[in-house]
C-alpha cells in the first residue's frame, strides 16, 4: 500500500461570494489545483502558507496541532476555502502549515468519499454514487 493522491480544486470561498454578487469578475476568483495527499489519519486538512498566500485567505486565528510524533503546535486557521475533489465541494478551514496540501477527515466525511487504499485513489461512497449524502440525526 502507497500513499493516496487526488487532485483537488481549492478556491478563495469569498472571491466566489464576491462573483455571485457581481463584486468581482469570475476570471478573478482565485484558484489552486493541488495533487493533494489524503490522510484518513488526519482529522483536518491542511494548506500550505505558500498555496495560501496565492488563494489570497485571511488567517482567522490559531489551532492547537498534533502531530504523528506527539509534538504539539499553534498554527494559523484559514478563512473560507472550497475544496472541490471529483466534482463534489465542501466549504471548509484548514490548518496552515508543511509543504503540500493534505486531505484529511472532514473533507472526506462532508464529501462522502471512501478511500480505496489498496489501489490507491479515492472515491464516491458506493451508496451515494451521484452526489455526497450528509447523515443527520
Do not use: W
Request: hydrophobic share 40%; with cysteine.
Amino acid at each position: 500500500m502507497g500513499e493516496t493522491r487526488v487532485k483537488a480544486l481549492l478556491i478563495n470561498a469569498i472571491d466566489e461570494a464576491m462573483a455571485q454578487s457581481g463584486q468581482l469578475a469570475s476570471d478573478q476568483i482565485r484558484k489552486y489545483e493541488a495533487d493533494a495527499l489524503v490522510d484518513s489519519g488526519a482529522v483536518r486538512s491542511v494548506i500550505p502558507t505558500h498555496v495560501t498566500q496565492q488563494l489570497g485567505l485571511g488567517i482567522r486565528g490559531q489551532r492547537m496541532a498534533e502531530y504523528a510524533d506527539g509534538r504539539k503546535e499553534a498554527v494559523g486557521v484559514t478563512g473560507p476555502v472550497i475544496i472541490n475533489i471529483d466534482g463534489r465541494d465542501t466549504l471548509e478551514e484548514a490548518l496552515i502549515l508543511g509543504d503540500e496540501v493534505l486531505i484529511g477527515q472532514t473533507v472526506l466525511g462532508k464529501l462522502d468519499l471512501i478511500v480505496d487504499c489498496n489501489n490507491g485513489r479515492v472515491m464516491p461512497n458506493p451508496a451515494h454514487p451521484d452526489q455526497p449524502v450528509t447523515k443527520v440525526k
